[in-house]
């Protein structure tokens, strides 16, 4: 038995007071994350990138054709609108929603530190995207939705928010940061918890403002977190699709499609998996370069708070 | 000692959580106070409407809500859109009031989102427990070089293995099955086993050696001491994994191809297509989100504070 023999070994080497050894019990427990890792994780990444070099379809076995998807990838205008529309997606999204977690992140720390106001900024959290879709679709509806009679009502024009191609990214965006929103604002708040409060005081007797206190003191000692967060979401925003496939199909035209909806629909709508898969390494290439680079920009790793 | 969230969480994580120190808040109340509450309304009023307007337009009924787009309260107020939901109404009443005229098959995936999310949240928390114990209380050759390499797996976005994943779920012959669309997170996440070891970590070696001194077994130690010990970031990872789990779509939809193993989410998705384009049924849709909604709601209601609490320790996502 792997386990007595492991557990006596164990003991035997506490007693002579070296350094113990659970070699065989170690293996045992990290076996099914072990194989859940590797089989479900580094398996199916290198798989990926192979399957990426092949012609696939699913039904025959795949068949290796070099460069081809990538030479398609190059030449694929639908692509590159994706990667247009996904990057505009990911500015617009994480511009508001960092901004605005920020904000709602320093109010609860100065107003008030009680529970029930981050338990209800995080409640939009709680739903599903295609849940926080479906509401939105609806209260945003062009002739029916609450959102566009409150608009009619202070005299703006109704808006085709998710029928019009120039409305339809910034209006999927909004509906993400109002599922989000809490959840960043959290990640900050706990941040800000660690600036103790003697800084402000100091701050405060040399008369400094709130809000010069906030850009000389919150923002630079916040930045450690604050890069984290972004790293986190904008890594997340990259992902959409929920709200796409639920919402707009990619629509009107092409002006939703964004990158990861174009894969599902390359994949699963016309059974090109190695195009998919080809698509997916781009994907996962584009988002290596961007953790690096806020890596890199942001200073991650160095904090002010020493 | 783990025995409650907060101070656990306050010291074990990366992000150290000052709690004995609240800062002193100026209570007088000025222009700028005033203005922030407004903002703080504001943003309380945008977080919750959605949930009262699904509310009220489920109580609608559906004909109704085209003359009465503007009315706060419920227009011609009437269960059917929770009925159509339930199936409790025949397919020509359906039809009637603008819903689709197919069953909709509500508890079956009510069924297959409970057997999932239990599924992944019993299996992954409980691996991943495990391995956690092994990376934190074990001693053995390789394990900093095991655990860094674990770590690195955070690193790739769920897009990336999302298809490979399908392709071998199929191959496995699993697709349209509920195990099919746990099994890939059923054994672990790179973060689930980050999460927990932390709190291991933190578990004082006395009480160990003591334990080992009464002849238990290491195995007894996970059970009996390193697990009781820390069931408060084990409920936590348990909660975040059941409502994310939940809440997946994009890996459910493609697994799931008919009602054996549709969740939730993915039912919602063709529920929604199956109500006509020109004039959708609202009040039946609003009514379907909600209930698909609500389980969590629930759950957010009971363990709201532990929940609320524990998001700055998790992150690292």
Known sequence: MVTTTSIRSAKSGQARNGPRDDTRLALLFILPALIGFGVFLVWPTLRGIYLSFTKFNLLTPPQFNGLDNYVRMVQDPVFWNALKVTLYYVILNIGFQTVLALVIAVMMQRLTQRTWLRGIVLTPFLVSNVVAAMVFLWILDYQLGIGNTILAAVGVDRIPFLSSSSWVIPTIAFINVWRHVGYTALLIFAGLQTIPETVYEAGRIDGASEVRMFRSITVPLLRPILSLVLIITVVGSFQVFDTVAIATRGGPVDSSRVLQFYIYDVAFGRFQFGYASAMSVALLAVLVAVTFLQYRLTRAETSDLA | ?317
């Open chain 2, 1 to 317: 000692m783990a025995t409650d969230t907060t101070p656990t969480v306050a010291t074990a994580g990366p992000v150290a959580v000052r709690r004995d120190a609240p800062p002193a808040e100026p209570r007088r109340l000025n222009f700028g106070r005033a203005l922030a509450w407004t903002f703080m309304i504001l943003v309380i009023l945008v977080s919750l409407f959605p949930f009262y307007w699904m509310l009220r337009t489920a109580l609608s009924s559906n004909n109704a809500l085209y003359a009465g787009s503007g009315s706060l309260l419920p227009v011609q107020t009437s269960a059917g859109g929770f009925e159509r939901v339930f199936g409790l109404q025949t397919g020509q009443e359906a039809i009637d009031a603008g819903g689709a005229g197919q069953a909709i098959n509500f508890w079956r995936y009510l069924f297959n989102s409970v057997v999932v999310s239990t599924l992944i949240t019993a299996g992954q928390v409980f691996f991943s427990a495990m391995a956690a114990y092994a990376f934190a209380r074990l001693q053995w050759k390789h394990r900093e070089k095991v655990f860094a390499f674990f770590l690195a797996g955070l690193m790739i976005p769920a897009i990336f293995t999302l298809l490979p994943n399908f392709v071998l779920i199929k191959q496995l012959g699993l697709v349209d099955t509920l195990l099919g669309i746990a099994l890939p997170t059923m054994f672990m996440t790179p973060f689930a086993v980050f999460f927990l070891r932390q709190f291991f970590l933190g578990i004082s070696r006395e009480v160990e050696e003591a334990a080992l001194m009464d002849g238990a077994s290491k195995v007894r130690v996970f059970f009996r001491l390193i697990i009781p010990m820390s069931l408060a970031p084990i409920t936590t990872l348990a909660i975040l994994t059941y409502i994310a789990s939940w809440n997946e779509y994009f890996w459910a939809l493609m697994v799931s191809y008919t009602d054996r193993s549709r969740v939730l989410t993915v039912a919602l998705g063709v529920f929604k297509s199956q109500t006509p384009q020109t004039g959708p049924d609202w009040s039946g849709l609003m009514a379907a989100t909600l209930v698909a909604a609500l389980p969590m709601l629930v759950l957010f209601m009971l363990f709201a504070k532990r929940i609320v609490n524990s998001i700055g320790f998790s992150g690292i996502k």
